[in-house]
């Protein structure tokens, strides 16, 4: 029989494991996991930029902070347009697929609208500028590298 010290670590080992596996699932802030924290560091060194601001044209896009600016203006996104330029600006100069930014939307047995990135791309376009965000028929979307 398991002394009932070990089982009550294994299970609040595991309590602690659900606990991240369901704030990743319901979209709570990933600067919250640390696992998530450290890749997105990395990535964002590998990337070759010391500071997290992301920029194209008029459009400073700060993850940490959660901002975003157009213009000098601040600009007020919802949490899924948020993540729909973040992912575009990461990839700057690439097309990214639809399905690539359902994937950055919706977590495990989410269900997906048909036309959601298309109506995020529309409000994104709308509230920044229309020119900004390319569409690659039959293939994606992209945002592609401009002066500052």
């Known amino acids: 029989a398991a002394h009932p010290k070990a089982v009550e670590a294994t299970l609040r080992g595991q309590s602690a494991a659900i606990r991240s596996l369901r704030n990743l699932e319901v979209g709570k802030d990933a600067g919250q ?24 044209g008029d459009v ?38 639809k399905a690539q930014l359902e994937e950055q939307l919706y977590g495990w047995g989410e269900e997906v609208g048909s036309n959601t990135v298309e109506v995020f791309i529309h409000h994104l376009r709308r509230k920044l500028a229309p020119g900004l965000i390319r569409t690659v028929r039959g293939v994606g979307y992209l945002i592609e590298d401009m002066p500052s």
């Open 33 to 56: 996991l640390p696992l998530t924290a450290r890749l997105r560091a990395l990535v964002r060194r590998a990337s070759g930029s010391a500071t997290p601001l992301l920029t194209c």
């Open 60 to 97: 400073q896009l700060d993850p940490g902070r959660r901002q975003v600016r157009f213009g000098g203006r601040a600009v007020t996104l919802t949490t899924r347009e948020f993540a729909i330029l973040h992912a575009l600006l990461l990839g700057k100069g690439r097309v990214l697929s």
